[in-house]
């Protein structure tokens, strides 16, 4: 690949090898990474991917939105810059750094040698790497930049999934379990239910549907980590494990309700089982639970999508503020 470059612009007329050709290769990268970027929200974000949406389409909106954000680079730099610059003086220093940009700090302050940071050194140039393995680890990084987006929030939405299981379980319709398309998985009648549920409650949230709050983030993420510098920190990797622990908590909250009221349903039918042994309590057990969890479930819709507009942009929030470092 070296090899490749240097003979192609050395047959080049100087100006050219030196200027345009230079120009239209770091531009050129810059769209391609910015594309990997996008399209690890592509592949696992909630609604983006999920199997409903055709492939094509993800690839044309991942190939439009690298479209849109390649120009504005050097104005998301900026940006940054000056949401970093806290006291204004036109430079960063250590102590205006949060913990998932030190990484990145170490590099420049290696590379040139000062204590504070000018735009122009923050923000530096687009270089083409020399080797495909230099271009493999920059386009990995962006790739799993965009993945840790999506799975943080499709984490918390599956959490109304598990919900629906815990249900269905306690209800005893677990054996009616469906086909979800949406994600590709076999999924029972409540759990469906309230994932669609908050899925159409995070789309629908105020002032922003959440698809767009999640590009917003996504997009970012290139103030503080411009293209070829993408990496996912520890903050970011344990904010997932929290995470993980926050849609558990979510599922057994969703559930609760309904979950309190099968088990009163339970203690009744064993109490009339045994007072009354003539009564087939299998027998009328079954629709005494359909009818409890119909009735609860419904009460409760209401505040499961409370619960997902509250909670998907806090997690959105955090999301962003652990892999962009920004407040």
């Known amino acids: 690949m070296d ?21 239209a290769l770091a531009s050129f990268y810059a769209f391609t990474l910015v594309l990997v970027r996008m399209s690890g929200l592509m592949l696992i974000g909630p609604l983006f991917g999920q199997p409903v949406i055709p492939p094509r389409a993800r690839v044309l909106l991942a190939v439009l939105l690298a479209l849109l954000v390649t120009p504005t680079l050097p104005r998301q730099a900026e940006r940054g810059f000056e949401r970093l610059d806290t006291n204004a003086d036109g430079f960063i220093t250590r102590n205006e750094i949060p913990p998932p940009l030190e990484e990145r700090w170490g590099r420049l302050i290696e590379r040139t040698g000062r204590e504070a940071l000018s735009l122009e ?31 943080g929030v499709f984490t918390v939405l ?16 677990a054996l009616g379990e469906i086909v979800n398309p949406a994600l590709d998985t076999s999924a029972s009648l409540s759990g469906q239910l309230l994932y669609l549920l908050a899925v159409v409650a995070f789309l629908t949230m105020r002032p922003l549907g959440g698809h767009l709050v999640l590009v917003s983030a996504l997009v970012e993420t290139f103030q503080t980590l411009p293209v070829g510098e993408a990496w996912v920190s520890l903050p970011a990797i344990e904010l997932l494990r929290d995470l993980v622990h926050q849609s558990l908590v ?32 299998l027998v009328i057990g079954f629709p005494v639970r359909a009818m409890v969890n119909l009735l609860v479930l419904g ?18 929030d955090r999301l962003r503020s652990a892999l962009s470092g920004l407040p």
């Open 158 to 173: 599956s959490g109304f999934q598990l919900a629906g299981e815990l249900i269905d379980q306690q209800t005893g319709i």
């Open 121 to 151: 050194e923050w923000a530096g140039s687009v270089s083409v790497p020399r080797t495909p393995i230099a271009y493999a680890a920059a386009a990995a990084g962006e790739l799993a930049l965009g993945l840790v987006l999506g799975l």
């Open 250 to 281: 979510l599922a057994v909250q969703v559930a609760a309700p309904v979950l309190a009221a099968m088990s009163l349903v339970a203690l009744t039918m064993g109490f009339l089982g045994h007072t009354v042994p003539q009564i087939n309590v």
């Open 299 to 316: 009460l409760t819709l209401s505040g499961a999508a409370r619960t997902a507009v509250d909670l998907v942009p806090l997690a959105i």
């Open 3 to 23: 090899a490749f470059l240097d003979r192609f612009l050395s047959g080049l007329p100087l100006d050219a090898g030196g200027g345009v050709v230079q120009q």
